[in-house]
């Protein structure tokens, strides 16, 4: 199989991540914390609330992407959009840009503001960094919601079909990253949004995003679901099928919600319907009505 054959059909069935940078509006203080190898980890908060939720951006992104939902669920809860390293404000000294080494950036969070009982949210990429996070931390953490990823918990690639998806971007990681990312926004997004993305999610540092979407593409589910106990699901642009039975067989509660009309970014492609769909998988995870009925 060739490159640019396995770039696609990982493009196809992965779905990954994508766009790096906005401004988030309202009362929010930034502060910073070093992760487990000494990496700086920059962080926003806004608002006081349980349960509180934190935001984990996907590849290439950053903490700003979470920008419509800090406005909206700080009203009720306190909000945490944290930049993993590498990306936005935090440090690129890391050695290795491996999931788990991500999921020590949150918890380093986690231990600093002290949070319990935490709902952890991530899209693409950060799904798979806040189940590290869990691992690591599981005390604090009452409930994972994935934002178009978990797709398939059972799927693996070959290293040599993960070689062939990763040589494009290492040829030339700026017309690769705008070919993926352009091939995975929704077809009914907004332009400028949808430019945007594309433009934004392009700049990222290579050295950064290619070895951290080799650790996406190669990640096993397995071990890891294992150690989990709490409750995952994830909220899912439709144009993508998610295989909740083989799911299922890693975890055996799993659910998905669908959005329509949205492709990989629908915090951003449809705010406020995504918003609406949060609120009610936050409140029937965790019985919080009230972001539901802020949300009506």
């Given at each position: 199989?060739?490159?640019?054959?396995?770039?696609?059909?990982?493009?196809?069935?992965?779905?990954?991540?994508?766009?790096?940078?906005?401004?988030?509006?309202?009362?929010?203080?930034?502060?910073?914390?070093?992760?487990?190898?000494?990496?700086?980890?920059?962080?926003?908060?806004?608002?006081?609330?349980?349960?509180?939720?934190?935001?984990?951006?996907?590849?290439?992104?950053?903490?700003?992407?979470?920008?419509e939902q800090i406005d909206r669920f700080s009203a009720d809860h306190r909000v945490v959009a944290i930049d993993l390293a590498g990306h936005g404000?935090?440090?690129?000294?890391?050695?290795?840009?491996?999931?788990?080494?991500?999921?020590?950036?949150?918890?380093?969070?986690?231990?600093?503001?002290?949070?319990?009982?935490?709902?952890?949210?991530?899209?693409?990429?950060?799904?798979?960094?806040?189940?590290?996070?869990?691992?690591?931390?599981?005390?604090?953490?009452?409930?994972?919601?994935?934002?178009?990823?978990?797709?398939?918990?059972?799927?693996?690639?070959?290293?040599?079909?993960?070689?062939?998806?990763?040589?494009?971007?290492?040829?030339?990681?700026?017309?690769?990253?705008?070919?993926?990312?352009?091939?995975?926004?929704?077809?009914?997004?907004?332009?400028?949004?949808?430019?945007?993305i594309i433009e934004d999610m392009a700049s990222a540092p290579p050295e950064v995003?290619?070895?951290?979407?080799?650790?996406?593409?190669?990640?096993?589910?397995?071990?890891?679901?294992?150690?989990?106990?709490?409750?995952?699901?994830?909220?899912?642009?439709?144009?993508?099928?998610?295989?909740?039975?083989?799911?299922?067989?890693?975890?055996?509660?799993?659910?998905?919600?669908?959005?329509?009309?949205?492709?990989?970014?629908?915090?951003?492609?449809?705010?406020?319907?995504?918003?609406?769909?949060?609120?009610?998988?936050?409140?029937?995870?965790?019985?919080?009505?009230?972001?539901?009925?802020?949300?009506?």
């Open positions: 199989m060739n490159s640019q054959s396995a770039y696609h059909r990982i493009v196809m069935l992965l779905g990954l991540l994508m766009l790096p940078a906005l401004t988030l509006a309202g009362e929010s203080t930034v502060d910073s914390v070093a992760s487990n190898d000494g990496s700086m980890i920059y962080y926003e908060m806004a608002g006081e609330g349980a349960p509180a939720l934190v935001f984990v951006h996907c590849w290439s992104c950053d903490r700003n992407y979470w920008r404000e935090s440090g690129l000294g890391r050695k290795a840009w491996t999931m788990a080494a991500y999921g020590s950036d949150v918890v380093a969070v986690l231990n600093k503001l002290d949070l319990y009982d935490v709902v952890l949210i991530g899209h693409s990429m950060g799904g798979l960094v806040v189940l590290e996070a869990t691992r690591q931390a599981p005390e604090r953490v009452q409930a994972i919601i994935g934002i178009d990823n978990f797709q398939d918990f059972t799927l693996k690639f070959p290293p040599e079909q993960i070689a062939a998806f990763l040589a494009p971007f290492d040829g030339d990681f700026e017309s690769t990253t705008k070919a993926f990312v352009g091939s995975i926004v929704g077809p009914n997004t907004d332009s400028a949004v949808k430019s945007f995003a290619v070895p951290s979407i080799g650790n996406v593409v190669g990640y096993d589910y397995t071990p890891i679901l294992k150690d989990i106990h709490i409750p995952i699901r994830t909220i899912s642009s439709s144009l993508r099928p998610t295989n909740v039975e083989k799911n299922r067989m890693l975890d055996p509660d799993f659910e998905v919600d669908f959005i329509e009309d949205v492709g990989h970014f629908p915090m951003l492609e449809n705010p406020e319907m995504f918003d609406r769909v949060l609120a009610r998988v936050i409140e029937e995870m965790t019985g919080d009505a009230k972001t539901a009925e802020a949300e009506e």
